[in-house]
C-alpha cells in the first residue's frame, strides 16, 4: 500500500502535477521567431533552456539504466552550444524527446519490480528515488524559469487565461 502511494506521487511529481506547471504547458504555442532570442540579461535563449532540460533528464535516465555509464562533463555537456540554434522542428524534436524519456522514467516508476529503494548499482547508494526526485525538481525548477521567461519575452499567447 505505501509502495502504492509512493509511486502515485512519483509519477505525479515526474507528470507536473499539483504545484508544478506541466512541461506541455509551457511549451504550448510557443512563437517559433522568439526560440532562438535571448531575453535581457539571460544567456541562453529559450529552446536552449529546453535542451538543457533535455539533455539532463536524458542523462539522469541513462545513470539508472546504464551500468556502464559515463558522466557528462560539467557544466558544457548539460548545455548545447553557447551559439547553438534550432529551427520549429528542432524545437518540437526536443520536446518530444523530453516527453519520450519522461516516460520511460514513469515507465519505471510504475513498474511494481521497481524497488525504488535499492541503490543502483556501481553508485555511491543513489536509489531511482533519489534520480527520479532530481529530474523532478530540476524539471519543475527550469519549466518555471522557461515560463518567466515567456512572460518576459511577451510570448504567452494573448488569449491564455491569467
Not at 539508472?64 to 555537456?77: D, F, H, K
Request: glycine share 4%; aromatic share 8%; hydrophobic share 45%.
Amino acid at each position: 500500500m505505501a509502495d502504492d502511494i509512493l509511486r502515485a506521487e512519483l509519477l505525479a511529481l515526474l507528470a507536473g502535477e499539483g504545484a508544478h506547471m506541466p512541461l506541455e504547458d509551457a511549451v504550448a504555442d510557443f512563437p517559433e521567431r522568439a526560440m532562438n532570442e535571448r531575453p535581457p540579461n539571460v544567456a541562453y535563449s529559450p529552446w536552449q533552456l529546453l535542451e538543457h532540460i533535455r539533455i539532463t533528464q536524458w542523462d539522469i535516465l541513462d545513470y539508472i539504466r546504464n551500468r556502464a555509464y559515463r558522466e557528462l562533463s560539467w557544466p558544457e555537456g548539460y548545455w548545447p552550444a553557447a551559439d547553438a540554434t534550432t529551427t520549429a522542428e528542432g524545437f518540437a524534436a526536443t520536446v518530444a524527446a523530453t516527453v519520450a524519456d519522461r516516460r520511460a522514467l514513469h515507465d519505471l516508476v510504475a513498474d511494481p519490480a521497481t524497488d525504488l529503494l535499492a541503490v543502483i548499482p556501481g553508485t555511491p547508494d543513489h536509489t531511482i528515488l533519489r534520480e527520479i526526485r532530481i529530474v523532478a525538481d530540476h524539471t519543475a525548477y527550469h519549466v518555471g524559469e522557461f515560463a518567466v521567461l515567456r512572460q518576459v519575452m511577451g510570448t504567452w499567447p494573448a488569449d491564455r487565461p491569467a
